[in-house]
Nanobody, 117 residues
Framework: QVQLVESGGGLVQPGGSLRLSCAAS????????MSWHRQAPGKERELVAT????????SYADSVKGRFTISRDNAKNTVTLQMNSLKPEDTAVYYC??????????WGQGTQVTVSS
């Protein structure tokens, strides 16, 4: 019943931008913290950014701070990740997560971001 569906990934050149979106359903979106994570080939999944239920508090991994912005629209049940000044090391599958939804948290299916010239 709970669904998180990411979109917006693709191929972009270094220095370019992408905007990822996550559409949520099946739970009270406005009551939950949301987060973005990523996993590069051969690497552990890592936390990229989090946002509080109201959007008032955000946090970022040091590697993306100043380049990425997480936001949400509780009226549309969406959370977004604006990614600017992209680097090859940003290449990964990006996932949105609702950490307190479901018994072990809930994950989207992921969307591929490839930064390459």
């Amino acid at each position: 019943q709970v669904q998180l569906v990411e979109s917006g990934g693709g191929l972009v050149q270094p220095g370019g931008s992408l905007r990822l979106s996550c559409a949520a359903s099946g739970f009270t979106f406005s009551s939950h913290r949301m987060s973005w994570h990523r996993q590069a080939p051969g690497k552990e999944r890592e936390l990229v950014a989090t946002i509080s239920s109201t959007g008032g508090l955000t946090s970022y991994a040091d590697s993306v701070k100043g380049r990425f912005t997480i936001s949400r629209d509780n009226a549309k049940n969406t959370v977004t990740l604006q990614m600017n000044s992209l680097k090859p090391e940003d290449t990964a599958v990006y996932y949105c997560k609702a950490p307190y939804v479901g018994r072990l948290g809930s994950w989207g299916q992921g969307t591929q971001v490839t930064v390459s010239s």
